[in-house]
T-cell receptor, first 117, second 113 residues
Framework: KAGVTQTPRYLIKTRGQQVTLSCSPI?????VSWYQQTPGQGLQFLFE???????NKGNFPGRFSGRQFSNSRSEMNVSTLELGDSALYLC????????????????FGEGSRLTVL | AQSVAQPEDQVNVAEGNPLTVKCTYS??????LFWYVQYPNRGLQFLLK??????LVKGSYGFEAEFNKSQTSFHLKKPSALVSDSALYFC???????????FGKGTTLSVSS
């Protein structure tokens, strides 16, 4: 079974631009969540989607947004990029939803490394 | 607020020796605890989890973790370290609001030959 696929793996943008990152979850997984990883702040939760609905959101400004499609694929967008947005963005999928017992682990992709110049 | 702490930024151990990577947690209610490992320029790989039951949890690659409720700890252990175990290790607790994980800052494990 294919793992979580994130594209692109690497990208460079300049301040003020916007970026869209894509995530394809493991087949059959309906929950997708996003995390930002930086050396200073570590791993921080961005948001979680299930059935095309945002179910949970971390403490990030409105410049960070996401969506999920009917096939469970997800995208996240960052507008008006700032230098501090440089990070590894990780997507994770899970076979469980918020209704059933969420005791399962998350399966992570290899991430999209964003550099903002 | 829920949180996890990894008190050591780095742990150094010689190959063949036992290793321990420490984690303490602060949660309200029963904790759902996880350990993940990250190799350079890669995503996170699941090692093991504690939900309920036996306090000693066995996971991937020979790792195990001991849940201690009285000390609010969930330390990762391995009886005999390998050079290939060198990586960044994260302890995490599940947010009670949903499926989000709250991660510790991470501990770099360095195993020397």
């Amino acid at each position: 079974k294919a793992g979580v696929t994130q594209t692109p793996r690497y990208l460079i943008k300049t301040r003020g631009q916007q970026v869209t990152l894509s995530c394809s979850p493991i087949s059959g997984h309906r929950s997708v969540s996003w995390y930002q990883q930086t050396p200073g702040q570590g791993l921080q939760f961005l948001f979680e989607y299930f059935s095309e609905t945002q179910r949970n959101k971390g403490n990030f400004p409105g410049r960070f947004s996401g969506r999920q499609f009917s096939n469970s694929r997800s995208e996240m967008n960052v507008s008006t990029l700032e230098l501090g947005d440089s990070a590894l963005y990780l997507c994770a999928s899970s076979p469980r939803d918020r209704v059933t017992a969420n005791t399962g682990e998350l399966f992570f992709g290899e991430g999209s490394r964003l550099t903002v110049l | 607020a829920q949180s996890v702490a990894q008190p050591e930024d780095q742990v150094n151990v010689a190959e063949g020796n036992p290793l321990t990577v420490k984690c303490t947690y602060s949660v309200s209610g029963n904790p759902y605890l996880f350990w993940y490992v990250q190799y350079p320029n890669r995503g996170l790989q699941f090692l093991l989890k504690y939900i309920t039951g036996d306090n000693l949890v066995k996971g991937s690659y020979g790792f195990e973790a001991e849940f201690n409720k009285s000390q609010t700890s969930f330390h990762l252990k391995k009886p005999s370290a390998l050079v290939s175990d060198s990586a960044l290790y994260f302890c995490a607790v599940r947010d009670i609001r949903g499926t989000a994980l709250i991660f510790g800052k991470g501990t770099t494990l360095s195993v020397s030959s």
